[in-house]
């Protein structure tokens, strides 16, 4: 979750969710100790819909319905899913992985782990990424951390909370 505040020049939408509250309750828990951006490595993992090959052709036994047979018995070749993985991007009836969008690779996996007197946090890879480039970014770690309590983060700009992974 991410918070910045309102510019002047944006009408206040009425509908959006109480996010000040979320932080005022993380505020509550425990004074925190602020820490650059930790240095994290996240290991590339091949695409899990694709088997990373970045596209599908249609399954040639049951012909793209995931069926086959008159009393439409699930394709065992495919899975039901009425595609196959192919690394053949160029054949006219190939599609592009949603998930990947092509490319084969999958969400990098990996966390990055805080220490703070024999406190570890661990958080998601996936998160770090999305939030590593914002300005003068800190993480704020509570001293009774819990390894459930969201953890919080401040930049030049806005803050927010960051769920954390259980080591």
Request: charged share 30%; with cysteine.
């Amino acid at each position: 979750m991410i918070w910045v505040p309102r510019r002047d020049d944006i009408a206040e939408n009425k509908d959006a969710p109480g996010v000040t509250n979320l932080l005022e309750q993380a505020d509550k828990r425990e004074p925190y100790t602020w820490f650059p951006m930790p240095i994290y490595t996240l290991t590339e993992v091949p695409c899990k819909d694709c088997d990373g090959k970045g596209y599908f052709l249609p399954c040639r036994s049951c012909k793209g319905s995931g069926y086959i047979g008159k009393n439409d018995r699930d394709c065992p070749v495919c899975d039901t899913l009425g595609k196959k993985p192919t690394l053949l991007a160029k054949h006219k009836d190939a599609t592009a992985c949603e998930d990947c969008n092509g490319t084969g690779r999958g969400i990098p996996e990996g966390y990055g782990i805080i220490e703070f007197e024999k406190i570890q946090i661990g958080l998601d890879g996936r998160f770090l990424e999305l939030i590593k480039d914002l300005p003068n970014i800190q993480i704020g770690v509570a001293t009774k951390a819990d390894g459930a309590t969201p953890v919080r983060f401040k930049f030049d700009g806005g803050e927010g909370l960051l769920m954390p992974l259980r080591i």
